[in-house]
């Protein structure tokens, strides 16, 4: 099996691609060159696939590969403005349109982005390193490219395999992944746990059992809080589909992942568990959000008072008030029950008789 070992001499580049629709692509890749001939010619698929031909725009050297992803994920979350401002270099407007303030006021006119925005608890981004997905043996290439779609979802892209059972690469992996190829391709393998979390300071083993080993316990929501806050590099262990992490691979750990699940049937597939925990992750980074749709605004007090006024003239019509002495008190009761939510048990009953009476209109006197 091979065992990856980071060549201090090898340089991480980011960047970005503008397509022919006029978006932009920012990705992260140790051979530049290879790359954006991938992206030209469409072996690299995926966003850039369908919106070819493709404009090489920016880039930047950076001497790890965490370093390089963090930049691409920050750049990312940026508006159109920001991205071409650093496309442009015009880090007069880059400063101007970039919000809050306090996250670019450390830029300095460099393509390096060297020295980076620092966060509102004063360290730089980049020393929040998204976590590793470290799968342990894992049987099927479907299985680990259904966790590659998982972890591309909410922004995690450093896939690691230790041992897989069908060896790697796997040609049922790529179709399983859906798209998220980059991490498919970037994907290394490991003769052990160990070797997979030598550099990471910070190593989670999720399971659902009790391995006859002592270590903290936290959710999923914890752990992502501590991986937002600690410094380092954090590997989230994940084990074989039929039986999960054995005693030793939970020894490695320094802590333990569990999720609430329900005692009748703790159940969960590999992409299932991988997806919890990147989940709770991406909460702490900006990734893109459906857009918010504006409610309509309330309707002025006039129109409501028509409208009831016109509701309530319906039901004189249908003699909906044949008591006279009640008729104020149920009147109130309609502008009561018409003019705020959660309905009670009267409530709807009222709007019963009212629908049935309507259904049902009868000639003869009103109030």
């Known amino acids: ?92 407007r ?27 608890s004063g ?50 992996a790529g179709p399983a992944a859906s798209g998220a190829d980059r991490v498919i391709d970037q994907a290394t393998v490991f003769d052990s746990v160990a070797a997979a979390t030598a550099d990471c300071a910070h190593v989670y083993a999720t399971t659902v059992r009790k391995r006859g080993v002592t270590k903290p316990v936290v959710t999923p ?22 039986s999960g992490l054995d005693s030793d691979d939970v020894a490695v750990a320094r802590t333990i992942i569990t999720v609430p699940i329900n005692p009748e049937f703790g159940s ?16 702490g980074i900006a990734l893109a959000q459906p857009p918010a749709v504006d409610l309509d605004p309330p309707a002025p007090q006039d129109e409501l008072d028509q409208m009831l006024a016109q509701l309530d003239a319906m039901l004189v019509d249908g003699g909906y008030f044949h008591s006279a002495d009640r008729a104020p008190t149920t009147r109130r009761m309609l502008r009561t029950l018409l003019t705020k939510p959660g309905w009670s048990a009267q409530e709807v009953r009222t709007v019963r008789g009212i629908l049935s009476t309507l259904a049902r209109p009868r000639s003869g006197g009103g109030v």
């Open 123 to 172: 360290r730089t981004e980049v020393d929040v390193a998204p976590p590793v997905i470290v799968l342990v043996r894992p049987q099927l290439g479907e299985n680990i490219g259904k966790a590659a779609r998982a972890m591309l979802n909410f922004g995690l892209t450093e896939l690691r395999l230790v041992t897989p059972r069908d060896g790697w690469p796997n040609p049922q």
């Open 268 to 283: 969960l597939n590999l992409a299932q568990a991988v997806i919890l925990v990147a989940y709770e992750w991406s909460k």
């Open 1 to 92: 099996m091979l065992e990856r070992s980071e060549n201090l001499s090898v340089t991480f580049w980011t960047y970005i691609l503008r397509c022919n629709d006029g978006t932009y692509y920012t990705g992260h890749t140790d051979n530049l060159e290879r790359r954006i001939g991938q992206h030209h010619s469409g072996a690299y698929q995926g966003y850039t696939y369908d919106r070819r031909p493709l404009e090489f725009v920016w880039s930047a050297e950076f001497p790890t590969r965490q370093e390089a992803l963090a930049a691409e994920l920050r750049i990312k979350s940026w508006s159109r403005a920001k991205k071409e401002s650093l496309i442009s270099e015009d880090w007069d």
């Open 221 to 242: 929501e914890a752990a992502a809080r501590a991986m937002h806050e600690a410094p380092g590099r954090s590997a989230i262990l994940f084990g074989p589909e039929r």
């Open 94 to 120: 880059l400063k101007r349109v970039s919000a809050p303030p306090s996250e670019c006021a450390a830029r300095a006119a460099s393509t390096s982005l060297s020295n980076v925005p620092r966060l509102r």
